[in-house]
Structure formats: C-alpha cells, structure tokens
C-alpha cells in the first residue's frame, strides 16, 4: 500500500492580488521521486514554500504526513529537509557550525548533531573547508553546504528548490548520484529545476507548471510519449536565414518549429524527415538527428521559448 | 580645490536629498537635547552650588556647555560621515569605483567628500547656533565664527578616520573608533566641564586631540574672551589634523583605486 | 507558530529560544572584542560625571539623604546601560539578521518558530545585558559607590529594564525598512537616556515632572536606585508593574509580527 506524504487540493497561494499558486492538485507518495517544472515565475517556489511549512495556504487544502500544516508546522518540519532556492547559509559561522548549530534547531544532542555534520562535510566534499566562514566559499560550495544542511536531521522527504543551480559539471553528477542514493534508502524527493535533464534522470513524475496551474503531469517517458514524436530533426541555416527558409519545411515530419536559432521539425522518423528536406532542394549548415526529450515537451507546453 | 572635487560633492548631496529628514533630525535634535538634559538639568544643580562659579570663569553652566555642544555635535558627524559611507563607496555601492572611472581623480574624491562633510557640519552648526540664538542664555555674537569652527572640527576628525576607513576591509573597527575615540573625546573633551578638573594625564591626552581645541575656542568666541592670536594658535592645530588626513586619505585611496 | 495557542500571551508558546542563543554564542566566540567593548561606554560616562561634574555639581539629594554626584548618577548609568544594550542587541543586531544575513529563513524551516525565534533574541539581550551589569555593579563597588547589599538586587531590576527594551526594541525592528530608520532608534533613546531622572532628580522639572514617568526608563533608574540605597517603598511595585506591562505588550507585538514578516 502506498502512503501520501503531499496532498494538495486546489491549492492556491496569494500576495495580495497577485495569484502565484492558482488551484493546483497533487499527490505525491512516499519514495518518489517528484519534480515541478516550470518557466520563471510558474509558482514553483511558491509551492515548495507551503509544502515546507513557511507559506501559510491561502486557500484550499494541503496535507504533508497527513497533518496540516497550519496547526502542525513543527511536527511536520522536523520530518522534512529543505533546500530553498537562495541558500539561507549563516555567513557568520564556519562550514562546520553551520551544520551542527542547524542540527541543534531540530533538537539533536550537541554529539549526535557534530556526529552528523561530520558525516555530511564527506559527502559534500567540504571536509578540508570545515572551518572556513561561509562567506568566504564559493557560489557551488556553499550550494553543496545547503543541500548537506538539509539532510541534517535524517529527513523523510527533501524539497530541493533548483538544487544544482551553480553547480559545476562534476558536482551536479555527484549530487545527482546522492540525491539517487538516498531515494533508494527511501527518502521521498520534491524538486525543482530548470534543467530538462535532471528532471528525465531523478524525477519518477512531474509536473509542469504554467502560471500558476499545472498544464501536464506524468512520467518523463509518458510525456514524451504524450506531446511530443520520438525523433527531432534540428536544422541549421546559415545565420538570419532561419525565418525566410522554415516556410519550405512546412509539410515534413508532424508539427515544426522556429526557434531564434534554429528549426526544428517533430517526427518519428528523423532520417526520413532529414532526406524530405533535402529533396526539397534546402542546404542546412548543420543537421542533426535526436530523440525527442523533456525539453521538447517542455517548449511547447509553456510557449516555444523559456519565458523570461 | 579643483572643480572635480565639487562635482564629487554634488554627487554626495543627490544621494543625500533622499535621507536629509532623519538626518537632519539626529545632527540638530541630538545637540539641543543634550543641551536641554546636561545643559539646563544639570545646570541647575551646578549653579546652585557656589563653589562651581569659579571654575566656570562667572558664565553660568549652560552658556559654559552650549559651545562644547556646537562643537562636540561636529566631531560626531565628521566622524561618522567618514566611516560606513566611505568604505560603502569602495566596497558595498562601490560608488567610488564609478567615479574612478571617469577623468575625476582620487584628490577629486577625497575633497569633494572633504567639502561635503564640512558643508554639512557647517549646515547643522547653524541650525544648533540658531537654537542657542533664540534662548538668551546662551544667546552670543560669538556663534557665528562658532559655526566655521565647528567645521574646521568636523573635518579634523573626518579626514584622518578617512584615511583610516579607506585602507580598512572590515566595518568592525568603526564601532571600535566610535567607543574608544569619539565617546571618550564627547565625555572627557572639555565640553562639559574644564579640563581642569581631570587629572593631568588624562588632560594631556584630551589637549592632543583637535576637540578641545576648537572647543575652547568657540567658548572663547561666545563668552567673548578669546583673543585673536589665541585663537589663530590653537585653530591651527585643528586645521593641522584635517591637513595631514586629507593627504592622507589621497595617498591611500590612489593606491587602492588604480593599482 | 500561526494557530497554535493564541489565547495565550505569545511568548509562552516559546519551546526552544535557547537555540537561538546557543547559535549565537557560537558566532560571537570570533568576536568577543565586541562584547568586552560594549562595557566601556557606561563606564566612561560614570568616570567623567565623577572626575568632571562631582565638584561643579556637589551633593544630591536621594529619599533624603545627601549624596555625592557620582553615587547619584552610578545607579542610573548602570539602568540606562542596561537599556542601551538591549535596544542594540534587539535593533540594528536584529535588522541585519533579519534582512541581511536571513538567518531566521533558515531556522524557520525547521521546528523553531517565530517565537522561538523572537525569545531567543530577546533572552540573548538579556543573557548580554547582565554580563554588563554585573561588571558594571563591581566598578561601582571598586569606586565606592555601592551604599547598600540591597545593591544585589540591581540586577533582576536591569534584567527587567533589558526585557522591556528589547521588547520595544525588537517590536520596532520589525516595522524598519531598512537601515537608514536606525537614526530613529538613536534619537528615541536619547531623550529617555538624558529625562529619566538620570542626570538629575525627577524634581528639577517641577510641576513638568509627571511627564518623565512617561518613560520606561525612569521606572528602571528608579528601581536600581532604591537597591542601590537600600531603601524600598510601595512605589516600587508600581514601578515593576508597568515594566512587566510595557515588555509583555512589547513582545506579543513582536513574536506576532515576525510572523507575518517571514511566513509569507
Ligand atoms: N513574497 C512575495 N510577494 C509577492 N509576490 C511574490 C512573492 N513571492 C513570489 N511572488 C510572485 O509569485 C510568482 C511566482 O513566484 P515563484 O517564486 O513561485 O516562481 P518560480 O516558479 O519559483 O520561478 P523561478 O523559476 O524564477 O524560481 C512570481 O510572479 C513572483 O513575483
Ligand atoms: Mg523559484
């Protein structure tokens, strides 16, 4: 049997007149693996602040453990981990203090607390920088220190706001093979990204948000599946010549698309696609053949650009 | 004085135009109440006791305190002007860095801040002169060469600590400066009683610093016994320790600027 | 918290401020110097009145008695340190940890609340404020200006002083925009430093006098004054009474709205 740890119901979030969460359900069960996706502004960290019990609900209902979260804050944050979108780091205190000075908050024993912090400095690779002040580490550093601090006290659920903003190549897979890890010791994950990737590699199912309203949901596969073909050609003209050419595609492949700095043309067979092209007399600079990905699905859900 | 040193300081009153109210407010109100509290409270315990009409030179407490205060009033917002505002310019708003970059030179920084302070010493030495005008014992000709006095003072502390504020990285030892220099001057400055009464070390220390200097020459003004060559004598200390901060302050702010 | 407990006066419903204090313990173990600087500036204002103003001044009059300047201003200087020190650690301290550096951000995602939050603050003031008013009790012995054991209970009277103002001090933080309304702070106190019959008695005002029991300080000066002389009258539990009144105001105000300030 399963056991929903998020229960959402036509939940909104308003700033004075401003809806940022406008009715939105969700259900996210223990073990999963969750992720909102969305264009600047969607309402992502506007959700995760309420599922993190630091935004009261403005109306509708929401249920984190089942508790509410209006008259049981405490309980239900002690359970969860959070890693806001800018890092909240104390950047009057060392690496090390900041992760056991956060422990004590969740009432660990001072030695149990250093036991942990200790632990936690191996696995964000900041052993060598425990005693160095905050302020001084790096943008990915004191990232890395963030997403530490919030396994502080062993949660059940982690909500990660953009977790891998900022980081390097190599610590976003380091972080990517954790974050796996500890889905496999059963934490449940709630995450945000901006990164199509990420979300096709952690996220069991997501959402994507637009506005403040959930526009599609399902398995990153599903919606491939759902929105998009299984192969994308991308063509390449040479430089300004993108607008006048992409009228020639029209007809090849399913559905095409003008991007600023190329066309693409959605079709399950890429190879057949890239020939119709060329028989039509077109010389693109460059063409390539890919699978269809998140980011397709992406593009075209929330308007052909990211917005902002 | 170079022209761009004036440009610095108009650019020093536009930011200002957005703070002047509560500024203004703690420059004026502060001296006055200090005055009201010290001057006419505790005046009227002191001249009520006999013994005190002697070491007072005949003036009563509050025509004795009212000077310190015009003066004592100047230090503080020379001092304070030069301090957060100065390294904000180098290191938080880096407004300093934007100017460096146009034809303005490190000179025409550190004066165009220099003239500003001295005309916002000067602006509210004048508003406190007034007060002190309006009630007749404190009443004097004596407070209008007060006032150039008073930002002879305030430029006598703002520039050395600019120097200081300049070459520092951390906003720790302003507070420091604040406890350790311009609290202790403020009490043990000869504004509230004469040095006399302080034992002869601690009097050394108060005479080293411009304070005292201006401050007994404002009194000298308003009580109307200073004398000409008294007062030139000791004005040039005060002038002295501007001087010597604001060459200072230039030397320290061209190496950090360009190079 | 939001809904829990309402009924209740707010800061009861605090479970674990000694977290906050603990945190800051920890950060100001780099910055002790700060601490030690902040018990010179009461201590210079006491060595200027004596040096300076004891002989223009003379004697004073206390409950009757003839007393030097000095040991009239000593009690005073040491309440209104207890006040500056609570207004400083509850304002600009508060401000930047609240804007700035966001360290509340942090501790309210975990079990801490805003009262937690806003107790700890306020205890740590106060935690602060008796380091300074113990030493500053062993000046005035040293000096020879304590006149009586009562001097001891100088102390909780300070820890009263220090709740009211850090009270009313963090209550204002929360309503600043930013940090040019500290100037605010500075004018706000100093007429309370200079008219709470600190510098000179409540009597010198005349048929004005009613006016300085406006201020929270004069009831403050007036208790560490009479644990000073050792002479206690009925007048002193009107005194506590409307420091207890003003802090427990104060600090409703201020749990309730760094509520609305952080949980957005
Ligand atoms: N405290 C607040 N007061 C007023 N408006 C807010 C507040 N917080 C967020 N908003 C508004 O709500 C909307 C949604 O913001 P939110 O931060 O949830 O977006 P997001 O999906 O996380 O975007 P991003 O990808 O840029 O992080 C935005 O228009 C934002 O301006
Ligand atoms: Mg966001």
């Excluded at chain 1, 929401?62 to 405490?74: E, K, M, Q, W």
């Excluded at chain 2, 200090?34 to 005046?43: A, F, H, N, S, T």
């Amino acid at each position: 049997m399963t056991e929903s740890l998020i229960v959402a119901r036509q939940l909104v979030k308003r700033f004075g007149e401003f809806t940022a969460v406008d009715g939105i359900d969700v259900e996210v069960q223990r073990g999963e693996a969750f992720g909102f996706l969305g264009p600047n502004g969607a309402g992502k960290s506007s959700t995760m602040r309420m599922i993190g019990c630091v935004s009261p609900v403005t109306s509708g209902s929401l249920r984190l453990f089942g508790l509410d979260p209006a008259t049981h804050g405490a309980q239900i944050r002690r359970r969860l981990g959070v890693v806001p979108q800018l890092d909240t780091l104390d950047t009057e205190l060392t690496v090390q203090e900041n992760l056991w000075l956060y422990g004590r908050y969740f009432d660990l024993s001072r030695s149990e607390a250093k036991r942990r912090a200790k632990e936690l400095l191996e696995f964000a690779q900041l052993a060598d920088r425990a005693d160095s002040i905050v302020d001084h580490l790096s943008g990915g550093m004191k990232r890395r220190l963030s997403i530490a601090r919030s396994l502080i006290n062993e949660p059940e659920m982690l909500l990660l706001d953009e977790p891998t903003t900022g980081l390097d190549p190599q610590a976003r897979h380091v972080l990517w093979d954790r974050l796996y890890r500890l889905k496999q010791q059963g934490v449940t994950l709630v995450l945000t990204t901006h990164y199509m990737d990420e979300a096709e590699q952690l996220c069991d199912r997501l959402v994507v948000m637009d506005q403040g309203k959930i526009v599609a949901e399902g398995s990153p596969r599903e919606l491939i599946d759902r929105y998009s073909t299984r192969e994308v050609l991308e063509l390449r003209f040479t430089a300004g010549t993108n607008e006048a050419l992409a009228p020639q595609v029209q007809g090849i492949g399913e559905r095409q698309e003008l991007l600023p700095d190329r066309v693409l043309v959605y079709a399950d067979d890429g190879e057949a696609a890239l020939a119709a092209t060329h028989a039509r007399g077109l010389q693109p600079e460059s063409a390539l053949v890919r699978r269809s990905s998140l980011e397709d699905v992406f593009l075209l859900l929330t308007g052909r650009t990211l917005a902002d | 004085m170079t022209t761009g040193a004036f440009r610095v300081a108009g650019w020093h009153l536009a930011l200002y135009r957005r703070l002047w109210r509560m500024n203004l407010l703690s420059s004026f109100v502060q001296p006055l109440m200090y005055l009201l509290g010290l001057g006419v409270g505790v005046g009227a315990l002191v001249d009520r006791n006999s013994a005190s009409g002697a070491t007072l030179g005949g003036a009563s407490y509050v025509a004795f305190v009212a000077p310190g205060l015009l003066i004592t009033a100047a230090m503080a917002l020379g001092a304070i002007e030069s301090m957060w505002s100065v390294m904000g310019g180098l290191k938080w708003q880096r407004g300093y860095h934007g100017i460096a970059a146009t034809p303005l030179e490190a000179r025409d920084i550190v004066l165009g801040h220099g003239v500003w302070i001295a005309v916002r010493c000067g602006l509210s030495a004048t508003a406190v002169a007034a007060a002190l005008a309006y009630f007749p014992d404190t009443r004097s000709w004596g407070l209008l060469p007060a006032v150039p006095v008073a930002m002879l003072v305030g430029l006598s502390f703002a520039m050395p600590i600019m120097a200081f504020s300049i070459n520092t990285e951390t906003d720790g030892a302003f507070a420091a400066i604040q406890r350790f220099v311009i609290i202790p001057l403020f009490l043990f400055g000869g504004a509230f009683y004469p040095l006399s009464q302080l034992p002869v070390g601690v009097q050394w220390i108060a005479k080293a610093a411009p304070l005292w200097h201006g401050v007994i020459v404002a009194r000298g003004f308003t009580t109307h016994s200073a004398g000409a060559l008294w007062a030139v004598g000791h004005l040039a200390y005060v002038v002295a320790f501007a001087f010597a901060g604001t060459t200072l302050a230039v030397r320290n702010l061209r190496r950090k600027l360009y190079s | 918290m939001s809904g829990e407990l309402r009924i209740l006066p707010v800061a009861f419903t605090a479970r674990r401020p000694q977290r906050m204090i603990e945190r800051h313990i920890v950060a100001y173990r780099r910055q002790w110097l700060i601490i030690v600087s902040g018990f010179f500036e009461p201590l210079f204002y006491l060595l200027s009145m004596r040096a300076g103003l004891g002989n223009l001044v003379g004697k004073v009059s206390v409950a009757g008695t003839q007393v030097p300047y000095d040991a009239f201003v000593a009690p005073a200087l040491m309440a209104s340190s207890a006040m500056n020190g609570a207004i400083f650690d509850s304002t600009g301290n508060v401000l930047h940890r609240l804007k700035y550096a966001r360290i509340y951000d942090a501790a309210l995602a975990t079990p801490m609340s805003p009262t937690d939050v806003a107790m700890g603050e306020i205890g740590w003031a106060l935690l602060r404020g008796q380091l300074y008013s113990i030493s500053f009790l062993g000046v005035m012995a040293a000096l020879g200006l304590v006149q009586s054991w009562w001097v001891l209970m100088a102390l909780p009277a300070c820890a009263l002083i220090g709740l009211t103002f850090a009270g009313i001090g963090f209550a204002g933080t929360t309503y600043m925009r930013g940090w040019a309304d500290m100037d605010i702070v500075n004018t706000a106190t100093m007429p309370l430093f200079l008219f709470s019959a600190t510098f000179f008695p409540a009597a010198s005002y005349g048929s004005w006098a009613w006016v300085v029991q406006l201020s929270p300080l004069y009831h403050g000066v007036a208790l560490v004054r009479a644990a000073n002389a050792g002479v206690w009258t009925a007048s002193i539990l009107a005194h506590i009474a409307v420091l207890l009144l003003v802090s427990i105001i104060a600090l409703s105000i201020a749990a309730r709205r760094l509520d609305v300030l952080l949980r957005k």
